[in-house]
């Protein structure tokens, strides 16, 4: 097999070294996989050739994630190196005719909204807000193009199949947390009793974890992928859920923890993933990627006691919840058995 297939330069590595302050990025991946984990051959791969991109079918999808207020022209702007976010994004991909382009963002000013024209498409997003850009406009971001680097035909081709999307949510991580549970119930995904924030919790970290890969050519590219399979073995069951509870009583059996100390750790599992990912993410740093082969017990007191002495100030409870919940990350991510 050949080691290299593609040139190092051509992933695009930088949101995958400074993830943790992408979260609308994260939103905007949690909310295509929601619209379109169910279709067949669906997969998602974050910080690859662009912040998100997805196959299924004959469809391949580029889409760039932006939390700032956009322009046509901030698209093209060139940089030192005389590219723009536009252009890095059309000249890592082929001309393919079901190659197709996206900007994720929160908005556009009104008279910038005057060079777009609504277009209904169910293509990954379940609503109408996506755009395409009017004749005019695209005129003159391929001549910007042009000026990239990039040639006049492949520029038209590609603009062609380009669009923009208008999220739902805004850049406040809160506020895309909270739609994205109300999306899921609209999607017909059992929230109940607590279910819904422990998936979308596991759905937000199994992004996480995939995006920080850092990889250099499509030999390793799969490390980066979520595939329908998974997801719906994750969406559509409680195996993964029902583990936290499992895990915790077997602690309590253990005598690791008593029933007071269960029903509080049970509560900070439900809020590991919004209120203490900061916490939770120091905590990662400090012990890496945990042990999964071994004995579940020892390795939780053996990492709890590391931790404890770490994070001297911190609730025992909420540590125990954090170990916990990276221990179940580590084997979504392995996608292993329990």
Not at 155 to 182: A, M, Q, R, V
Not at 196 to 225: H, R
Request: with cysteine.
């Amino acid at each position: 097999m050949s080691k290299v297939v593609t040139s190092k330069n051509e992933y695009d590595n930088g949101g995958a070294i400074a993830i943790k302050g992408f979260n609308f990025q994260h939103a905007v991946a949690a909310l295509i996989i929601i619209c379109n984990y169910e279709k067949e051959n669906f997969s998602i791969y974050l910080e690859t050739k662009d912040d998100i991109e997805v196959t299924y079918s004959d469809n391949n999808f580029f889409i760039q994630a932006k939390s700032n207020q956009l322009t046509l022209n901030g698209l093209v702007k060139a940089d030192k190196q005389n590219k723009s976010i536009l252009s890095k994004s059309l000249s890592k991909t082929s001309d393919k005719k079901h190659n197709y382009y996206k900007i994720a963002t929160i908005e556009f000013s009104e008279q910038e909204q005057k060079k777009l024209n609504k277009k209904v498409s169910q293509h990954l997003f379940n609503n109408n807000e996506i755009y395409e850009i009017n004749a005019e406009a695209k005129t003159k971001l391929i001549d910007a193009l042009i000026k990239q680097g990039l040639e006049e035909e492949v520029s038209k081709t590609k603009l062609d199949n380009c669009y923009i999307y208008f999220t739902p949510f805004s850049k406040n991580s809160e506020n895309s947390y909270y739609y994205l549970l109300g999306f899921m119930n609209q999607c017909n995904i059992n929230v109940d009793g607590g279910r819904g924030k422990l998936l979308l919790n596991e759905l937000l970290n199994l992004i996480q974890q995939k995006a920080e890969k850092i990889i250099n050519n499509d030999n390793e590219k799969e490390c980066k992928q979520l595939n329908s399979a998974f997801l719906k073995s994750l969406i559509k069951t409680d195996k993964y859920l029902t583990a936290k509870d499992t895990f915790v009583q077997k602690l309590e059996e253990q005598n690791v923890i008593n029933i007071q100390n269960s029903i509080q750790i049970k509560e900070f599992l439900l809020s590991v993933g919004l209120k203490h990912l900061a916490l939770k993410n120091k905590v990662r740093n400090s012990i890496g990627t945990i042990d999964i082969k071994s004995d579940f017990v020892e390795t939780i007191k053996d990492l709890l006691e590391k931790v404890q002495n770490a994070f001297t100030e911190e609730n025992r409870n909420l540590l125990l919840a954090i170990i916990i919940d990276l221990y179940i990350d580590d084997l979504i991510y392995n996608q292993k058995d329990f």
